[in-house]
Nanobody, 119 residues
């Protein structure tokens, strides 16, 4: 089993910044890709940013140039630095990890953290 614990969400004004963190723990042999997804009310969950074990990243077009994903492999932790936030970034943000465990390889999800951008 893998547990993903997210932190760092909250309320911020437009133009502000937030930093999300997600720490993975459990019977982990290795973690391949880690990523952040978000889901706004009435919308489907969408990929925000991903990073593989080698550090290669990909971003949704809507956040390129504003968000930065990074990870610390030794701590099984992934971060999302969000700058120049807009009201349309408001959503529940979920951490995802593709990990190999004692029972096999699978995607694991965090519980989500709310990000609200509003004046």
């Amino acid at each position: 089993q893998v547990q993903l614990v997210e932190s760092g969400g909250g309320l911020v004004q437009p133009g502000g910044s937030l930093r999300l963190s997600c720490a993975a723990s459990g019977s982990i042999f290795s973690i391949y890709t880690m990523g952040w997804y978000r889901q706004a009310p009435g919308k489907q969950r969408e990929l925000v940013a991903g990073i593989n074990s080698g550090g290669s990243t990909n971003y949704a077009d809507s956040v390129k140039g504003r968000f930065t994903i990074s990870r610390t492999n030794a701590k099984n932790t992934v971060y999302l630095q969000m700058d120049s936030l807009k009201p349309e970034d408001t959503a529940v943000y979920y951490c995802k990890a593709d990990a190999r465990t004692a029972i096999g390889v699978g995607p694991w999800w965090g519980q989500g953290t709310q990000v609200t951008v509003s004046s």
